[in-house]
Antibody, heavy 122, light 108 residues
Framework: VQLHESGPGLVKPSQTLSLTCTVS??????????WSWIRQHPGKGLEWIGY???????FYNPSLKSLVTLSVDPSKNQFSLKLTSVTAADTAVYYC???????????????WGNGTTVTVSS | DIQMTQSPSSLSASVGDRVTITCQAS??????LNWYQQKPGKAPKLLIY???SLATGVPSRFSGSGSGTDFSFTITSLQPEDFATYYC??????????FGQGTKLEIK
């Protein structure tokens, strides 16, 4: 399985950041997997944004929940992120990743996209 | 929410050394602890899951141990390609995925 992020690299403040992750060499409908977004602010650690199941069930980081929407398009083998009302603090590298729901107890990311840099600036 | 405290934040070592990084959880998390390696400009790579299981294709010089609240990650005989930043990660059924603060492993 390979993942590839796409979307604008520059977003204006107060606008909506939209990214898409395309899954290749595998199906987004595979059982036991969720599909996630993680971001990394410049020079900082990793922050989980949320994940989605192919059925459309979503799970969000409580700290971002009011601003984030994840969606999935199984027909295109893609899932997407929308982050509203962005500020400079949302400038980061955004990664998509496959989440393994190991025994439905331990969840970890075993396949990652290369990441895409998004800058929020006017 | 469960807090993950990773230490040290940075570490200097030489090729051939053995290094250990620790991650402490604020509550018992069984063995639901994972470790990643991230090189500059690259995505993180899964190394260890379930505290001690080696991910596919990961060299055996990498290992993890621990259960409950205290975990460790060890690299025996450091190789030049091992200099990177390492993160621990935990999932709790909120749901919430939490990463440790990271440990930057540098060449001495």
């Amino acid at each position: 399985v390979q993942l590839h992020e796409s979307g604008p690299g520059l977003v204006k403040p107060s606008q909506t950041l939209s990214l898409t992750c395309t899954v290749s060499d595998g199906s987004i409908m595979s059982s036991g997997y969720y599909w996630s977004w993680i971001r990394q602010h410049p020079g900082k650690g990793l922050e989980w944004i949320g994940y989605i199941f192919y059925s459309g069930s979503t799970f969000y980081n409580p700290s971002l929940k009011s601003l984030v929407t994840l969606s999935v398009d199984p027909s295109k083998n893609q899932f997407s992120l929308k982050l509203t009302s962005v500020t400079a603090a949302d400038t980061a590298v955004y990664y998509c990743a496959r989440v393994v729901a190991h025994n439905w107890k331990n969840y970890y990311m075993d396949v990652w996209g290369n990441g895409t840099t998004v800058t929020v600036s006017s | 929410d469960i807090q993950m405290t990773q230490s040290p934040s940075s570490l200097s070592a030489s090729v051939g050394d053995r290094v250990t990084i620790t991650c402490q959880a604020s509550q018992d998390i069984n063995n639901y602890l994972n470790w990643y390696q991230q090189k500059p400009g690259k995505a993180p790579k899964l190394l260890i899951y379930d505290a001690s299981s080696l991910a596919t294709g990961v060299p055996s010089r990498f290992s993890g141990s621990g259960s409950g609240t205290d975990f460790s990650f060890t690299i025996t005989s450091l190789q030049p390609e091992d200099f990177a930043t390492y993160y621990c990660q935990h999932y709790e059924n909120v749901p919430l995925v939490t990463f440790g603060q990271g440990t930057k492993l540098e060449i001495k």
